[in-house]
């Protein structure tokens, strides 16, 4: 499964973004799809995931900022990106994962920088 990511980009605070991320699967025939962001010398972290049954599960820091949806026609997820604030500032990465049998499948990172 190929993972391709795109969107990122320059914005200043308090702007917006919409990350997609392109699956070469359907989308639906994973467990999990989500989004997690690295910035430079800390550690991978979630910032959103959704079900298949559309649970979603967000990072308390993006709550209320952040929207993930997917379109399964498509099979793309996107992760959209409003009031951004400067620590903000990471590379994307998008995932797919199935548990049985366990899979996971990343996205090559889309930069997103939020600066004045």
């Known amino acids: 499964v190929q993972l391709q990511a795109s969107g990122g980009g320059l914005v200043q605070p308090g702007g917006s973004l919409r990350l997609s991320c392109a699956a070469s699967?359907?989308?639906?025939?994973?467990?999990?799809m989500g989004w997690y962001r690295q910035s430079p010398g800390k550690q991978r972290e979630l910032v959103a995931d959704?079900?298949?049954?559309?649970?979603?599960n967000l990072v308390d820091s993006v709550k209320g900022r952040f929207t993930i949806s997917r379109d399964s026609a498509k099979n793309t997820v996107y992760l959209q990106m409003n009031s951004l604030k400067p620590e903000d500032t990471a590379v994307y990465y998008c995932?797919?994962?199935?548990?049985?049998?366990?899979?996971?499948?990343w996205g090559q990172g889309t930069l997103v920088t939020v600066s004045s």
């Open positions: 995932n797919v994962r199935l548990f049985v049998p366990y899979a996971d499948y």
């Open positions: 699967a359907s989308i639906l025939s994973f467990n999990v």
């Open positions: 959704m079900s298949t049954t559309r649970t979603v």
